[in-house]
């Protein structure tokens, strides 16, 4: 089917299929005034919408279609797509359809599938590369580039390691020997060298003398500083060492000079992982006045767009991301339960029970010895609070012989489920594989020996919830934030509700769908049409 394009506008895409759709060319429609005509008549969002006057001149109400005659047109807004709510450049940059992106989960919980389908879907999704040996994420880009082939909308998670700085470096040299078009950085509290290879590598001059990207990274922040280095240039402290090492040329190092370290700055909220847990009303606000300096102060030729993240697990949620000015929106938590997770059924069943308090703060394996935390379902597992005893035992004690019999006989039964010696044999096995010089300094350091005891606790459990290990289902994580329960609240008693309907692609067009929907509803109550409270709801249906 075809839609007319308003004469001097951009091409109308193409609408997605659903009972509510129609084109721009439809035949006039008679006004409606009552609630239930008002609501009906919203959600026919692929079609101009009218606000006409009554005929006492006070009541307001709307048709659709093409302009209506007998009483007067105030006004008209023209038809609404769910892939313009964020603008066109974001879409335009990365050669997408909808402005909308798949996070990262960590721990190859965002699949090689997941990625994929979104790729297919015209959307952006990202391989949850963080907590993974090299070898296995070295699988996954190898699937990737293969099933993608010459696709540019999809990429692998770049997450910062501040234990394993090596491995860090190892993946960004991986993603960008094979080509990978996007990279999102994820967890990075400052630059280091492998986040700016990953900015630089490839940099260009283009015909009309632009600076040309050969890999576009998106950088996920939640805190201003953070957000600051990443709208900076790329210091010459990082870049200098890189080019003497033959890492980057001298021409790629004069290029960063005059680009922001990464184009897409995703501001991070309230989110399951590793969150600030602060609210998207405040933070994105705040980042994008730094956005707007920071672009005058170095004098970019191109604008850098901001994306949401962190609470977004309805349409609502959507809407007011895009009404704050964001450019997309990156979605996870949620995606989670979609059936080309890879988490277990179980850990997907417990997350399907959460309701929006079913969630608490936990030290993060990735960051133990600086108290990081990350947010985690609480519903259903006792992983926070025991994941918290060993954190409070760590910063109490010097080593794992300090700790009192009585604290040591609870951690070994009720947590470890294994005597320290047992645990640290477990622990020493993995770091043989993974970095031996982690032995090194635990033999050489107490402290760093009962840290790398108590995180392999912290490590098995999110690999717990993957595998669906059942005797261990008390000490599931699984990261999630409040959003989980509010999409549960959602879908409830609809298709999505069902686990074999919840396709991460279903997620995403019903949420856009609906974004699209309740912002009709607020445009038409800015201008004074009463619309019922039923005009302001989605209900999730079979989209195409």
């Known amino acids: 089917m075809s839609v007319l394009a308003v004469p001097g506008s951009p091409a109308l895409p193409p609408p997605v299929s659903s009972p509510v759709s129609s084109t721009v060319c439809s035949p006039v429609s008679s006004p409606v005034f009552s609630p239930e005509g008002i609501t009906a008549r919203v959600r026919r969002i ?17 048709a659709t279609g093409a302009v209506p005659g007998g009483g007067p047109v105030l006004g008209t807004l023209p038809p609404l797509y769910p892939e ?28 090689t599938r997941m990625v994929s389908e979104m790729a297919r879907a015209e959307m952006i999704g990202f391989f949850g590369a963080g907590g993974l040996a090299y070898p296995e994420v070295e699988r996954a880009v190898h699937t990737l580039a293969k099933e993608l082939g010459a696709r540019s909308n999809w990429g692998v998670n770049l997450i910062h390691s501040p234990a394993e700085p090596t491995l860090e470096w190892r993946v960004a040299e991986l993603l960008l020997r094979c080509g990978v078009p ?13 986040v700016v290879l990953c900015s630089a590598h490839g940099l260009r001059r ?134 080309e997770a890879g988490l277990s059924d179980e850990a997907k069943a417990m997350l399907c029970d959460a309701d929006v308090s079913d969630v608490a703060m936990a030290p993060a394996a990735d960051m133990f010895e600086l108290g990081v935390k990350l947010q985690v379902l609480s519903r259903g597992t006792m992983f926070a609070q025991r994941a918290g005893r060993l954190h409070a035992a760590y910063r109490a004690h010097g080593s794992l012989e300090e700790i009192p019999p009585a604290l040591r006989t609870a951690i070994e039964r009720d947590v470890l489920r294994a005597p320290f010696d047992e645990t640290w044999r477990r622990t020493r096995a993995f770091w043989e594989q993974r970095d031996p010089a982690e032995i090194t300094r635990a033999e050489a350091d107490p402290k760093h020996l009962m840290a790398l005891v108590f995180r392999w606790y ?21 990261w999630c ?7 549960n609240q959602w879908v409830a008693g609809t298709f999505l509700a069902d686990p074999a309907h919840r396709t991460v692609v279903q997620i995403a067009l019903n949420l856009l769908e609906g974004a699209a929907v309740l912002t009709r509803a607020h445009q038409l109550r800015t201008h004074g049409v009463p619309l019922p409270p039923e005009a302001f709801t989605y209900t999730p249906c079979e989209l195409a």
């Open 46 to 62: 692929r079609e101009p919408v009218h606000i006409v006057s009554g005929p006492d001149g006070r009541e307001l109400g709307i």
């Open 84 to 111: 313009w709510l964020g603008g066109r450049t974001f879409c335009e940059a990365h050669g997408v359809r909808f402005p909308y992106v798949a996070g990262e989960m960590a721990g190859g919980i965002a699949t």
């Open 182 to 194: 996007r990279i999102s950085a994820s967890a990075f509290m400052e630059l280091t060298p492998a």
């Open 206 to 339: 283009g015909a009309d003398g632009s600076v040309v990207r050969r890999t576009r990274l998106l950088a996920k922040v939640s805190r201003p500083e953070v957000a600051e280095r990443f709208l900076s240039p790329a210091p010459p402290a990082l870049l200098a060492p890189l080019v003497a090492r033959g890492k980057l040329t001298r021409e790629e190092a004069e290029l960063a000079a005059l680009v922001p370290v990464a184009e897409d700055i995703t501001v991070e909220a309230d989110s399951g992982g590793h969150t600030d847990n602060r609210p998207l009303s405040v933070l994105l606000p705040r980042i994008t006045a730094l956005r707007d300096t920071l672009c005058g102060r170095f004098g970019y030729h191109r604008p850098v767009r901001l994306g949401a993240a962190g609470g977004l697990g309805t349409p609502d949620a959507v809407a007011a991301a895009f009404a704050l000015g964001a450019s997309y929106v990156v979605v996870g938590s949620v995606n989670q339960t979609a059936v």
């Open 458 to 478: 912290l490590g098995s459990s999110s690999r717990w919830a993957v595998t669906g290990e059942a005797s261990r289902r008390a000490d599931y994580q699984i």
């Open 481 to 487: 934030g409040p959003a989980m329960g509010a999409f």
